[in-house]
């Protein structure tokens, strides 16, 4: 018996029926949303960010009465005063400062990385949780905690005299090598981070792929696992050098004011001097120098998650 083809008017019908809007509409549904999530944060960055931003560099171009107050005129004396020689001086010691802690935090940062890295999700949460929580109270209250035991009547030097290990208290603050030690120790997380989230994306077939063709660990850690992290070491660098050129505060701490950075330099110009269009000046070439970094970064292949 043949068999009677079923019709397919209903199925026909139905196609030519569907409203032919409901993809527009819910395109501008899409739409809609996406604004009402984007305007809120536009908002935001452009009150706290943009224009603070725009504020500094009109006034880096401002002039400076005798009592302090700013001047609505144009001039370039700012910037001329910003590469004077004294101020020069000021800057290669800042990046000389900046370049020693950066290095001290990498040297640390990466084998604490690596190990990390290397352990299970649990062993890492706990890790990580430990160079995190630190942060958490005050960085004042740390560097004090820092002078207690280093100072000349400190804690460590009070034990070395005891014991006969010493004659004389070691100067191990109120110096230069007293702000790079507090430059690392409060800038070490932000080292640490980056490098572990670029080990901790490496895949793991890579590595075992090298261990069955008979390379050492020494050779799949210096072809495979170090290029693979440059991205993380290069964002933990500008993340720890950015910052110690501006932390005005440890210098004063941990140095006893015997070296003046470039934070000390702008906080000096806006609370001291209160020539706030030379301080403005000095911001803005710092903020030219980190876009500058950040643009080698990216470069480089880096990509702004490994910064955060």
């Known amino acids: 018996m043949m068999e009677i083809p079923k019709n397919d008017f209903s ?28 305007i809120p944060i536009s908002l935001w960055m452009l009150l706290l960010v943009v224009i603070p931003l725009m504020y500094v560099l ?21 910037y001329v005063q910003v590469f004077n020689w004294q101020n020069l001086k000021i800057y290669g010691q800042s990046i000389w ?25 649990i062993a890492k949460m706990i890790l990580i949780t ?25 804690v460590i030097n009070t034990i070395l005299e005891k014991i006969g290990f010493i004659k004389q208290p070691l100067a191990m603050v109120y110096n230069t090598g007293g702000i790079v030690l507090g430059m690392s120790y409060l800038l070490l997380m932000f080292m640490i981070i980056p490098i572990f ?13 090298a261990e069955d063709l008979g390379a050492s660990k020494w050779k799949i850690l210096q072809e495979i696992v170090i290029p693979l992290s440059m991205p993380g070491v290069f964002a933990g660098c500008i993340m720890v050098f950015i910052p110690s050129l501006g932390y005005f505060f440890v210098s004063d701490v941990m140095g006893g004011g015997t ?28 903020i030219v120098l980190t876009m500058i970094l950040l643009v080698l970064f990216q470069r480089r292949g880096g990509k702004m998650d490994d910064l955060g």
């Not at 950075?261 to 001291?272: D, S």
């Open 11 to 38: 199925t026909k019908f139905k196609k030519h029926t569907t409203p032919t809007n409901q993809p527009a509409h819910n395109s501008i549904s899409e739409k809609i949303s996406k604004w009402i999530q984007i």
């Open 197 to 209: 989230n670029s080990l901790d994306r490496i895949d793991h077939d890579l590595i075992e792929a």
């Open 97 to 121: 400062i900046g370049l020693m802690s950066t290095i001290i935090c990498l040297l640390i940062a990466y084998p604490f990385a690596l190990f990390t890295a290397q352990k299970g999700p």
């Open 58 to 78: 009109v006034m880096s171009f401002m002039s400076r009465n005798y009592y302090g107050g700013i001047v609505y005129k144009f001039t370039l004396n700012n």
């Open 259 to 286: 070296s003046i950075m470039m934070g000390n330099l702008i906080e000096n110009q806006f609370q001291v001097s209160r020539n706030w269009p030379f301080g403005a000046a000095i911001s803005v070439m710092l």
């Open 130 to 154: 430990l160079v995190i929580v630190p942060s958490v109270s005050n960085s004042l209250v740390r560097l004090f905690s820092w002078i207690t035991l280093l100072r000349r009547t400190g």
